[in-house]
C-alpha cells in the first residue's frame, strides 16, 4: 500500500502562483509513476502532469505545459506541484497518485485531493 496526503491548496487571484505538495508512505516509490491529475466542478478528471520516481522523466498536459512544474524529492518521499502563471480554468481540485510497481499507467493509489481556486 501507498499513501498519499495532498497539501498546499488554496486561493490566489490569476497570474499568481501556488505549490502542492504529496507527502507518500508506505511501500517504495521505485519503479512508480507519480502524477497530478485536476478534475474541476462538473467535469472529468484529467491528467495534469506526471514523473517517473526512478529516472525523473517528466510528462505534462498541453494545458499546463510552462506553467506548472513537476519535481520530487525522494529523501522526503514527496511529490510537488509548482504552479504559475495561475488562470481561472485552472480552478479544481488537484489529486496525486502513484500507480503499480512498472506499470506506467495503473493508478492504484490516489491522494483524497486539495482544492485550488483561481479568481479572475
Known amino acids: 500500500q501507498v499513501q498519499l496526503v495532498e497539501s498546499g491548496g488554496g486561493m490566489v487571484p490569476a497570474g499568481g502562483s501556488l505549490r502542492l505538495s504529496c507527502a507518500a508512505s508506505?511501500?517504495?516509490?521505485?519503479?512508480?509513476?507519480m502524477s497530478w491529475f485536476r478534475q474541476a466542478p462538473g467535469k472529468e478528471r484529467v491528467f495534469v502532469a506526471t514523473?517517473?520516481?526512478?529516472?525523473?522523466?517528466?510528462y505534462y498536459a498541453d494545458s499546463v505545459k510552462g506553467r506548472f512544474t513537476i519535481s520530487k524529492d525522494a529523501a522526503r518521499n514527496t511529490l510537488y506541484l509548482q504552479m504559475s502563471s495561475l488562470k481561472p480554468e485552472d480552478t479544481a481540485v488537484y489529486y496525486c497518485a502513484a500507480t503499480r510497481i512498472y506499470t506506467p499507467d495503473a493508478y492504484d493509489y490516489w491522494g483524497q485531493g486539495t482544492q485550488v481556486t483561481v479568481s479572475a
Open positions: 508506505g511501500r517504495t516509490l521505485l519503479g512508480r509513476r
Open positions: 514523473i517517473n520516481w526512478s529516472d525523473y522523466s517528466t
